[in-house]
């Protein structure tokens, strides 16, 4: 397996596959992502033996051809627990409601207090969806079709860089936590790290919906 000498930087990789190998653009993204002491250690701890002096880029090559595909799979749910999963659903939120430019500038964040809970009216419930309503506006969470809707107006340019409105992230406080976790997450990975177009959540209008 070839990797491109691409960094993070210069999207988008060219990966060349050679045979069934297990790599995403999010595994990739997040290994780049990773420093190199740490790409060292998960190297030796995935049975690599060690070699000073070894650059990022370096290791990120030898991990990716030399671990096996299912020890790949539990290497990216690492990097992915490392980075989200000590946080609370509130932290989670507070990411989703800020793009991942406006993350990097410190741009302003938006105030969570703002809907009380007992403004919502759920619509319709259980898993893996969920509808409500709540100021005037209507929401829709399905996690089993990695979709997001509300027709509030900040929702339909927000969406476009997948960015959550207050009417979302209220009805994400809503549903049962271990859904809004494992949803959030998967959104912060794929918006951070992914590179196709197809594993990104849909953010669409509840009429769509
Ligand atoms: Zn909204």
Same mark, same amino acid.
């Given at each position: 397996?070839?990797?491109?000498?691409?960094?993070?930087?210069?999207?988008?990789?060219?990966?060349?596959?050679? #045979?069934?190998?297990?790599?995403? =653009?999010?595994?990739?993204?997040?290994?780049?992502?990773?420093?190199? *002491?740490? %790409?060292?250690?998960?190297? @030796?701890? !995935? #049975?690599?033996?060690?070699?000073?002096? %070894?650059? &990022?880029?370096?290791?990120?090559?030898?991990?990716?051809?030399?671990?096996?595909? @299912?020890?790949?799979?539990?290497?990216?749910?690492?990097?992915?627990? =490392?980075?989200? $999963?000590?946080? *609370?659903?509130? =932290?989670?939120?507070?990411?989703?409601?800020?793009?991942?430019?406006? !993350?990097?500038?410190? $741009?302003?964040? *938006? +105030?969570?207090?703002?809907?009380?809970?007992?403004?919502?009216?759920?619509?319709?419930? #259980?898993?893996?969806?969920?509808?409500?309503?709540?100021? #005037?506006?209507?929401?829709?969470?399905?996690? &089993?079709? +990695?979709?997001? =809707?509300?027709?509030?107006?900040?929702?339909?340019?927000?969406?476009?860089?997948?960015?959550?409105?207050?009417?979302?992230?209220?009805?994400?406080?809503?549903?049962?936590?271990?859904?809004?976790?494992?949803? %959030?997450?998967?959104?912060?990975?794929?918006?951070?790290? $992914?590179?196709?177009?197809?594993?990104?959540?849909?953010?669409?209008? *509840?009429?769509?919906?």
């Amino acid at each position: 397996m070839v990797i491109s000498s691409a960094s993070r930087t210069d999207k988008p990789f060219a990966v060349i596959h050679s #045979g069934e190998c297990y790599t995403s =653009a999010v595994l990739i993204n997040l290994l780049h992502d990773t420093s190199p *002491p740490v %790409l060292a250690l998960l190297a @030796e701890k !995935h #049975g690599l033996q060690r070699i000073p002096g %070894l650059t &990022a880029r370096n290791l990120i090559t030898r991990i990716l051809a030399r671990v096996a595909d @299912e020890d790949l799979l539990d290497l990216q749910n690492e990097l992915v627990a =490392a980075r989200f $999963g000590a946080l *609370p659903i509130d =932290a989670l939120l507070e990411i989703a409601l800020i793009g991942e430019q406006d !993350h990097k500038g410190g $741009g302003s964040k *938006p +105030r969570m207090d703002q809907i009380s809970l007992d403004e919502a009216t759920l619509l319709r419930s #259980g898993p893996p969806r969920w509808d409500y309503t709540m100021r #005037g506006h209507d929401q829709v969470i399905d996690v &089993a079709q +990695r979709l997001l =809707a509300c027709d509030c107006e900040f929702f339909s340019f927000a969406s476009k860089r997948q960015v959550l409105c207050k009417h979302l992230a209220t009805a994400f406080k809503l549903i049962p936590s271990t859904y809004a976790r494992e949803a %959030l997450i998967d959104l912060l990975v794929v918006r951070r790290y $992914g590179d196709r177009q197809e594993d990104r959540w849909d953010f669409d209008s *509840p009429r769509a919906a």
